[in-house]
């Protein structure tokens, strides 16, 4: 059974930064490529970075410069820093492979405000 426990959101002020962390259960990350994906209210939820079990990234131009993912295959976590945080970065975030499965964690919520 997959399980995907992130951790490592909170309130933060404009300019500053967060370090979120998932851990999975079970082989979800072995040979996957590994996302964050971040839902804010009202809106559909959308891919913020992605890495290939080679270590090949990808990130949305919006969070493009700021964001860093990274991932520990031996421990099953993916990591995402989170730099220069805007307002607009605020969401709930979510770890996931890419293609995502239909099968979610908690979240972690980001709010980003002075």
């Known amino acids: 059974q997959v399980q995907l426990v992130e951790s490592g959101g909170g309130l933060v002020q404009p300019g500053g930064s967060l370090r979120l962390s998932c851990a999975a259960s079970g082989n979800i990350f072995r040979a996957n490529t590994l996302g964050w994906y971040r839902q804010a209210p009202g809106k559909q939820r959308e891919l913020v970075a992605r890495i290939t079990s080679y270590g090949i990234t990808f990130y949305a131009d919006s969070v493009k410069g700021r964001f860093t993912i990274s991932r520990d295959n031996a421990k099953h976590t993916v990591s995402l820093q989170m730099n220069s945080l805007k307002p607009e970065d605020t969401a709930v975030y979510y770890c996931?492979?890419?293609?995502?499965?239909?099968?979610w964690g908690q979240g972690t919520q980001v709010t980003v405000s002075s």
């Open positions: 996931n492979i890419y293609p995502y499965i239909d099968v």
